[in-house]
């Protein structure tokens, strides 16, 4: 185990094996050969035109094609293809701050191959002896990833809310900080990857912040989905990372970023330094 071998897990996405998935004559997702085959034997309104499966019919605008895809989710969860429905909207769009193609429930999104997005904030706290990181451990009841290690804060983006206020919205469930003291974190970049899960893709983005936290602050779980809080020295973070496979899969390229910009992680100390920062910003999936 190594930290380079979590940011290949992330970017393991064959897409050679997936189909183009085209809305309006765009390319904005992939779907998987088990997928296609679905979509093309229980829905009319998709279509195989050339080498992609494409939403086809009369619905032409935004409003209309998330009035189609509400349907065709609520479907594929009653076909079994995905988990129950979640009534949490994602936007279907290739880059961060253009019009969706659509609206879709956030558990139909893999399926589709569409680029999800999402904010992972990491809280730390400077002490003498050092940085230290609140890390929190999943809920055992999570229907995904249960009890691993996970970011301090971290959440999908829903249409309806900017970043900013999604951060905050998310800090207070999953930690208990104040909205004051969340608007203090500070954007520091965003990390990419192409994943494959269960022959579905997973082009993803997270927006990353980082916030630092007073000594006497201690993170409390409101929601239920985090079982707990640990304050842990950056050192220690950094051997968990980098011998072992303890925390979500995405949470380990948040924090390898964290350990790169406080200097924690040198050229001079580690061997695949370059191969680290290039492997954190793959590009987009669907193009």
């Known amino acids: 185990m190594s930290f380079l071998d979590h940011i290949r897990a992330c970017n393991n996405g064959d897409l050679s094996v997936q189909t183009r998935f085209c809305v309006a004559g765009e390319n904005i997702g992939w779907v998987g050969p088990e997928i296609a085959e679905t979509l093309l034997m229980q829905f009319d309104c998709f279509s195989r035109e050339a080498d992609a499966i494409v939403?086809?019919?009369?619905a032409n605008t935004v409003e209309e094609r998330s009035a189609l895809m509400a349907d065709v989710a609520a479907e594929l969860s009653r076909l079994g293809v995905v988990d129950g429905l979640r009534d949490e909207l994602f936007p279907a769009m290739r880059n961060w701050g253009e019009e969706p193609r659509f609206l879709i429930d956030r558990v139909a999104v893999p399926p589709f191959g569409l680029r999800a997005w999402g904010i992972h904030l990491n809280g730390y706290v400077r002490k003498a002896d050092g940085l230290h990181l609140w890390i929190g451990r999943r809920a055992s009841g999570k229907s995904t990833y249960p009890d691993l290690l996970d970011n301090t804060v971290a959440g999908?983006?829903?249409f309806n809310l900017t970043l900013r206020e999604n951060l905050i919205k998310e800090c207070g469930e999953e930690a208990s900080i104040t909205p004051a003291m969340a608007a203090q974190a500070?954007?520091?970049?965003?990390i990419t990857y192409v994943r494959e899960e269960k022959g579905r893709i997973k082009p993803d983005v997270m927006?990353?912040?980082d916030l630092e936290m007073p000594e006497n602050f201690t993170p409390v779980n409101t929601d239920g989905e985090l079982a707990g809080f640990y304050l842990l020295p950056a050192g220690e973070v950094m051997e968990i990372i980098r011998t072992t496979e303890e925390f979500k899969f995405n949470?380990?390229?948040v924090l390898i970023d964290?350990?790169?910009r406080h200097g924690l992680l040198t050229p001079d100390d580690e061997p695949d330094y370059t191969e680290l920062c290039e492997g954190m910003r793959k590009g987009h999936a669907a193009s």
């Open 258 to 260: 964290f350990f790169i």
């Open 156 to 158: 999908g983006q829903p």
């Open 186 to 190: 500070v954007p520091v970049g965003c």
């Open 207 to 209: 927006f990353c912040y």
């Open 251 to 253: 949470c380990n390229l």
């Open 55 to 58: 939403l086809t019919g009369a």
